[in-house]
């Protein structure tokens, strides 16, 4: 009881603290939701507009209703320590009260883990931009709403709510977000690969340096202008719809097409998001480990099928917060896999159903392996690996799928760089 009041008296305060710091500063805010690749996109903008402009983002999943203030105030988060959060909130009054310098542009990431979520941020934070990145047929966090339909209903929320003045950024392939476009009295930008977008990728393709892969290339066409884009160190076209959306923030912003694809080229993905890592025995990690959700895991077996590779090995773990639909998602993933995993290591209790479907379709049972927890998984996946191997690691966040990566890398004094969720609080979670 005492818990619950302390968090929502913090939360309370938080908030009365970012519509004080907002009308005092004054910055734009350009808004991300959407329910995957919206810390890709936040990333991709950043690497745009902070060529010119003073800019902060949202750090970490600092997304929800403490995320959010924390990234207003500039400050993380203060845990569980009560004179932490004091001092927290004491930073934010001393913002309010003595004029600081302050960025002109924020980005902010907003989650939406159950209905109401956007309208309550919608309230105060008044974004001059909104972002949607993709929605999916099954997406995560469904589990807390009548179905797919509903969150995309929640989504659409930040676009509802921009003024004729603002700008809404759409994902023009993802049909329930391009729908949104008929909901908003903002300007409209669409991207994706769909011929009649605004912003369109075409020519995608691997970029490799000698025979090794090093990141992705694309041609991108706007307003009648195209430019050749590289993104090093990234694989996988929802890697494309992230550099999309910030090129379209960059030319609402005025940015031509060529700073654009110089600021991105410079871009590289966060930890856990399809980044590829030495393994040892000289293999290749495939690390998508950060979250995962249906849409998310079915392009991650796109870049596995087209990255080039003597044994491809694919270790997935559970997703979360799928509600009725967990079964059908991880039968589909099982279905996926046939034809392009030669090795598959189903992790966690839901994802047995990966492994059952492969079963069904008559995959070598002696290439099948399941496993309780992703420690078992990285023990089994050391004893089996090879030279030329690649191995694709995935699974939602509390599956800890980080934890295979750091058996097999190949520099594991690099795990702090390179592995996401090395921070205290979770090396000491269980």
């Known amino acids: 009881m005492f818990k619950k009041l302390a968090k929502r008296i913090i939360v309370f305060a938080l908030e009365l603290e970012s519509r004080l710091i907002l009308k005092k500063y004054k910055p734009e805010i350009i808004a991300i939701t959407g329910s995957v690749g919206k810390t890709s996109a936040r990333e991709a ?8 402009f003073s800019v902060r983002k949202s750090e970490k999943n600092y997304n929800n209703e403490f ?7 500039g400050a993380s988060s203060a845990l569980q320590s009560p004179v932490g959060w004091l001092k927290l909130m004491a930073k934010g009054v001393r913002l309010i009260l003595k004029k600081q310098e302050y960025p002109s542009k924020i980005i902010l990431e907003i989650g939406a883990d159950r209905p109401g979520d956007i309208t309550s941020f919608g309230r105060y934070l008044k974004p001059k931009m909104g972002v949607v990145t993709a929605v999916g047929e099954i997406p995560v ?7 797919p339909e509903e969150i995309a209903k929640e989504k659409a929320k930040l676009i509802e709510i921009l003024p004729a003045t603002s700008r809404a950024i759409l994902n023009g392939d993802d049909f329930a977000v391009l729908e949104m476009k008929e909901k908003s009295l903002a300007q409209v930008l669409t991207f994706g690969f769909g011929d009649d977008l605004d912003l369109r990728a075409s ?3 691997l970029l490799y340096n000698e025979n090794s892969p090093e990141g992705i290339t694309f041609k991108l066409d706007y307003q009648g202008s195209s430019v050749p884009m590289r993104i090093f160190k990234a694989f996988g076209k929802q890697n494309v719809y992230a550099a999309l959306a910030a090129a379209a923030v960059g030319a609402s912003y005025g940015i031509n097409l060529v700073e654009i694809a110089e600021a991105l080229s410079a871009y590289v993905p966060p930890p856990g ?8 025995k000289e293999t290749w990690i495939l690390d998508d480990t950060y979250n995962s959700s249906p849409q998310a895991v079915h392009a991650a077996i796109d870049v596995l099928k087209d990255l080039p590779a003597k044994r491809k090995i694919a270790v997935l773990g559970d997703m979360l917060e799928l509600g009725k639909f967990t079964v059908q998602a ?3 993933v099982g279905q996926s896999l046939k034809g392009v995993a030669d090795i598959v290591i189903a992790c966690g209790m839901r994802a047995k159903f990966i492994a059952e479907e492969l079963k069904n379709r008559r995959f070598p049972a002696k290439n099948l392996t399941a496993v309780s927890d992703s420690l078992e998984a990285g023990k089994e996946l050391e004893k089996i690996i090879q030279p030329g191997d690649l191995i694709l690691v995935k699974g ?4 800890r799928m980080e934890r295979v990566v750091e058996e097999i890398m190949r520099h594991p004094e690099k795990k702090s760089e390179l592995l996401v969720r090395q921070e205290p609080e979770w090396l000491n979670k269980a």
């Open 141 to 147: 966090h469904v589990e807390f709403f009548a179905g």
């Open 330 to 332: 991880h039968q589909k």
């Open 67 to 73: 995320g959010v203030p924390l990234t207003l105030i």
């Open 273 to 280: 998001r399809l980044r590829l890592i030495e393994g040892e």
């Open 396 to 399: 939602s966040q509390s599956m």
């Open 203 to 205: 020519e995608y393709n």
């Open 45 to 52: 903008v950043y690497s745009v507009l902070s060529r010119k």
